[in-house]
């Protein structure tokens, strides 16, 4: 691999990560708040607000991280179809950190998303936002 390919794969998981910060925020603050001023269910909680960063990460994904890629409905539809994917992954795993290893949810949440952002970048970039 050329070192300007590496260079660019490099900011564009800069650029990916930074989206993710975004996405870790909005994720606690919103689980956060259902949860602990609404009185839902951490579980509960934390899955609504899945759904509702779904179209804010196609939107950064396609416009900042992968630039290159066109926007198209299948585009959208393979995103979605990889989403599902990691959000189950995701909900299963906050689920067994926290009521079977007894972490706090917060923190089950912060480890799941931190292992799963490079899985979560490469499948991106190899299968959904194709230049």
């Known amino acids: 691999m050329k070192t300007t390919k590496i260079i660019q794969i490099g900011k564009q998981f ?4 930074l989206g993710g910060v975004t ?3 909005l994720n606690i ?3 956060y708040a259902l949860t602990e001023w609404l009185g839902w269910y951490y579980l509960l909680s934390f899955t609504v607000v899945q759904m509702i960063i779904i ?4 939107l ?3 416009w900042l991280t992968f630039r290159g890629a066109r926007m198209s409905g299948w585009t959208f539809i393979k995103y979605l179809l990889w989403l599902g994917v ?3 992954i995701n ?3 906050v689920k067994l950190t926290t009521d079977y290893l007894q972490w706090h949810y917060m923190i089950s949440i912060f480890a799941v998303t931190a292992v799963t952002m490079v899985v979560k970048f490469l499948i991106y970039r190899k299968y959904v936002f194709i230049d």
């Open 86 to 88: 990691f959000a189950l």
């Open 23 to 25: 996405n870790y925020l």
């Open 29 to 31: 603050g919103l689980t």
């Open 60 to 62: 950064y994904h396609n």
């Open 55 to 58: 179209v804010y990460n196609f």
């Open 91 to 93: 909900i299963g795993l």
């Open 14 to 17: 800069a650029v990916f990560g």
